[in-house]
């Protein structure tokens, strides 16, 4: 695992950069806006299976420093979030293990603690995701259900909670498969949580489920607007698809590839600098 850390930036370069990383080769697993302690200033930070050549960030950053470190992952993953405090998005109460004792009523609990998977409702995105969930269970419960992009498994997890109907979560990184079944036995979810490693939407169990009344989609916006023509092919005429891992910049391009397949915006949801955009196929 590589991080690249670029330091000390304005919400506008933070947000350039942020997009044009996307297309970064080789593609980065993740990014990451956050905003310094001064609440001014910004650092952007991609993280690597595989090192990028210096010239290739270079091409993309200019003059601005940056620093790219191999880190080990687990450790580096743990360290940064193990005691983080509970999230609340909509229905959805996600925590550790340390705040079992502590959860309050009237909520759907989730369990899930630090990994090599990204998901635990601390990020932007992924809390953009169960506030949109939790929105959309609010008027219809949609099914079949697809949970695109898995990682940790807290979004096909909080469905089948929520709904008490069976969910197929995919991803492209059989660890995070593993820690997605993992959590869903932990949190009492096992037998409604079906797994597969998956690249994209090449699999037979993604073919099968078709048409899905709700697919979510938290990955990249370049993966995202790649996936458009399939992922809306896929969709029943009445369903809903939640879609994130986008920056704010990024919102009208992603929402444009989705247009083009007759999919209309429906509702945006925006947090520290990240977008969730819920779409579907209107009146």
């Given at each position: 695992?590589?991080?690249?850390?670029?330091?000390s930036l304005s919400l506008e370069q933070a947000?350039?950069?942020?997009?044009?990383l996307a297309f970064l080769l080789p593609e980065p697993l993740s990014l990451s806006m956050v905003e310094e302690p001064d609440e001014i200033l910004w650092r952007v930070e991609a993280h690597f299976a595989e090192a990028p050549r210096d010239e290739d960030i270079r091409?993309?950053?200019g003059e601005l420093p940056f620093r790219l470190e191999e880190l080990v992952q687990r450790d580096w993953v743990v360290e940064s979030l193990k005691?983080?405090?509970p999230v609340r998005a909509g229905r959805f109460y996600v925590h550790g293990g340390h705040d079992r004792d502590n959860i309050p009523a009237g909520v759907i609990p989730i369990e899930i603690e630090a990994s090599v998977a990204f998901g635990t409702g601390h990020h932007g995105t992924t809390a953009g995701c169960l506030m949109a969930l939790s929105d959309v269970l609010k008027r219809k419960v949609p099914y079949p259900a697809l949970d695109l992009g898995c990682g940790s498994g807290v979004l096909a997890i909080a469905y089948a909670l929520a709904t008490r109907l069976p969910v197929l979560a995919t991803d492209i990184d059989p660890i995070a498969v593993r820690e997605t079944l993992s959590n869903a036995r932990k949190n009492k979810a096992g037998p409604l949580v079906q797994a597969r490693t998956a690249n994209g939407l090449d699999h037979q169990s993604i073919r099968d489920g078709a048409p899905y009344g709700l697919i979510l989609?938290?990955?990249?916006?370049r993966p995202l607007e790649k996936l458009a023509p399939g992922l809306c092919a896929m969709l029943a005429a009445d369903g809903e698809i939640i879609l994130s891992g986008l920056t704010n910049?990024?919102?009208?391009?992603?929402?444009?590839?989705?247009?083009m397949h007759g999919l209309c915006l429906a509702r945006r949801i925006r947090l520290g600098g990240w977008s969730t955009l819920v779409l579907n196929r209107g009146a």
């Open positions: 695992m590589h991080v690249l850390t670029i330091n947000d350039r950069l942020t997009d044009e091409a993309i950053a005691g983080l405090a989609a938290n990955i990249l916006a910049a990024q919102e009208r391009r992603v929402a444009a590839a989705y247009r």
